[in-house]
């Protein structure tokens, strides 16, 4: 970096809400997101929610030109909808699924079948070099998708949001360390003050560009999901009349590096200079300054600790409520299953008997007989299926609620 | 550094085969285990098949003592089965799931239940300090499991382990950036000329503590699964007659440190001065001499380069060799859940038309009606599920072929 010692990365985020068959104006809106795209060219594209590998494809065609690097994550079923454009090379990737993200038999909320979303890391890109800098710089920018919330008064999936924050702070602690930046941009279903992203940013130093923009511009508060966009669900903003902020552009620096955020901005409902928005979500465009600095600066954390050992328990705290919630759901699955199967037991020991000849006549009709042995069937399936899967849930709970806890001590041990 | 330069790390590794009621003479053989793990006092223990979360108590108990630090991975229904002891601090975990393992239905092989086999790292025994010396040290044992080899003729779960080799490999090079020295013990289920078990080293840079050691004792060529174990399944063995090594230490030491193997020791056939074995798979037991070097000897591949491109182009060939059986799997099922589907409304079509009186009479009847609708929705169900199943497995043998390509053209790029 002897030239000139700063970049400017200008970066683009946004939850396309490209879901085949049900998103409104999918393809449309596709369209429009690649022609800004290839005409405002950014640095670095994070798209969430292409599900839909052909719209990838038609992006992938359509900003070859001025963004000659990008990758699509595939996962689960459907995909992980996550996909990336860089006028920078991205010389690695790596795919980290979270071990839990919701409940499959949730059919209306489908975070499940959603291909576990997943954390990807895109390592290194070395193009920094290309920008007219005499050093390579690695510079690992993640794109993630939490679990969404569904009803904020009574949310069952906290504890999965808060595994997942957890994971996710894991994961950027621990592929980051020999990085230069960090940048992680994505649609975190968190509100702000929320304890997952007190946790995310705590635990991993990473400040939000919003609250760190020398320069604001779009929605008021920085929202992402405004009752003014046509697309979003009215009814679920009753309680914010400015709407919500759900989707971030975090980034720090850990070596001999600084970072500034020169400018954030959001959209505002519709796409710029059009009467339709890209998505049900604003598109977070921030342009950061990246400079070299003399010293190492040495890694840091964001909170001071005292604030972190605050956050750290509370989310813990939450989290030991899950997984007292998923005991009392693995242990009723069990119970309904032994039932089932006792009930199974015990027609069969009758139907022996009237085979056998020992009761006097033939003591029940045959048919709710053999309805009541489908269904006895059926029930133990099922329960059995739960209860396998509230065991997984309880496993992975217990697994964060520990690696919380020796987080809290490494921390509370510390001079 | 600065008193003494060298650290003597004795590390032991072994597949315990502790299953509840399956595994033979379990309880006695952790009652062995610990006992000589007590008795010998190795820094570091790396535990694989430890299924039961009361044998990890069991050894936890017992081994406080001498081993003040100790973690056992959850996951999945059954457990990881992977736990490790340590005399140094242990300051942080990480879990990484497989995104591949067995299928489901194969229920003689069970890899899929068994918590989906993780790779989990455990960051920096920062107890380096503690061993007398000045600098504290990061260092990220990573102990693991692959999924098992049960044909070696015919073996279907090639294209599934070299999935997981690659993503353990990418695992180990995002992780371990910032470490002074890794270190991988474990079961790989990989003969050592195996293509997974060269991948690994090659994209690693890992060595083989076998090939590496000064000195070495233990079963001929190293062998791990020996006819010599009374609790080794004979027939599988016969077309190798010394055994095979598929238990590794594997090590390599990254930035201003070397790591040298002084001696590797495995048990042969019995537990040292018992008549039992610890297990159906020999102890793997190595003493390394960690150094610090002048100068920084910066990441290299263990693999020549022009090998690299070999191995990783043969990896690529077998992971498609996979996903074209995946995509055959997956049309066929997609194609008996369409055929169940139209019989199920052929019946649905006939059962109508009696009902509305167009046949003259009953045509069919009724029990063998109905046992062909249970039939047909038993179909249905079961060929929508593995068609689902095989989705996925399509995805994620792509990804990772994308991946490998994305390696190969950075490595043929590089000057």
Wanted: aromatic fraction near 8%; glycine fraction near 10%.
């Amino acid at each position: 970096m002897e030239g000139d010692p700063t970049l400017r990365l200008r970066v683009f985020d946004l939850n396309c809400w490209a879901i085949r068959y049900l998103s409104k104006r999918r393809q449309e809106r596709v369209r429009l997101i690649g022609d800004t795209l290839r005409r405002e060219s950014f640095d670095l594209v994070l798209l969430q929610e292409v599900w839909s590998e052909r719209d990838y494809s038609d992006l992938k065609a359509k900003l070859g030109g001025c963004y000659p690097f990008s990758h699509y994550f595939r996962s689960g079923v459907i995909g992980s909808g996550l996909c990336v454009f860089s006028r920078f090379p991205i010389l690695d990737t790596l795919l980290y699924q979270y071990s839990l993200n919701g409940y499959p038999y949730m059919l209306q909320h489908g975070d499940w079948f959603c291909g576990k979303p997943q954390r990807d890391c895109l390592e290194g890109l070395g193009g920094f070099a290309g920008a007219g800098m005499g050093v390579t710089t690695t510079l690992p920018p993640c794109s993630c998708q939490l679990h969404a919330e569904y009803c904020r008064e009574k949310d069952a999936y906290l504890p999965h949001r808060l595994v997942q924050a957890w994971e996710l702070a894991q994961f950027i602690r621990h592929t980051s360390k020999a990085a230069d930046v960090v940048l992680l941009g994505g649609d975190l279903n968190m509100h702000p003050e929320d304890v997952g992203i007190r946790l995310l940013r705590g635990w991993t130093g990473l400040r939000d560009a919003f609250a760190e923009a020398t320069r604001f511009e779009g929605c008021e508060d920085g929202c992402t999901l405004v009752p003014n966009n046509c697309f979003t669900v009215k009814a679920e903003l009753l309680p914010f009349p400015l709407g919500i902020r759900i989707d971030y552009i975090l980034y720090k620096a850990i070596s001999s590096f600084t970072v500034k955020c020169e400018e954030l901005k959001t959209t505002t409902g519709t796409a710029p200079g059009m009467d339709i928005p890209f998505s049900d979500h604003e598109a977070v465009m921030a342009t950061l300054h990246i400079q070299r600095q003399g010293q190492a600066a040495g890694a840091n954390l964001g909170t001071a600790e005292p604030t972190l050992v605050d956050v750290v328990t509370e989310a813990r705290t939450e989290v030991g409520v899950g997984l007292r919630a998923a005991q009392r759901q693995r242990y009723s699955t069990g119970r309904m299953a032994v039932l089932a199967l006792l009930l199974l037991l015990l027609q069969a020991v009758a139907a022996l008997g009237a085979l056998a000849g020992l009761a006097a006549g033939q003591p029940f009709p045959k048919l709710s007989f053999s309805l009541l042995a489908f269904l006895a069937i059926g029930v133990l399936l099922l329960a059995t299926g739960l209860h396998l899967f509230h065991t997984m849930e309880v496993k992975m709970l217990q697994g964060t609620e520990e690696q919380m806890r020796m987080a809290l001590r490494a921390l509370q041990e510390r001079p």
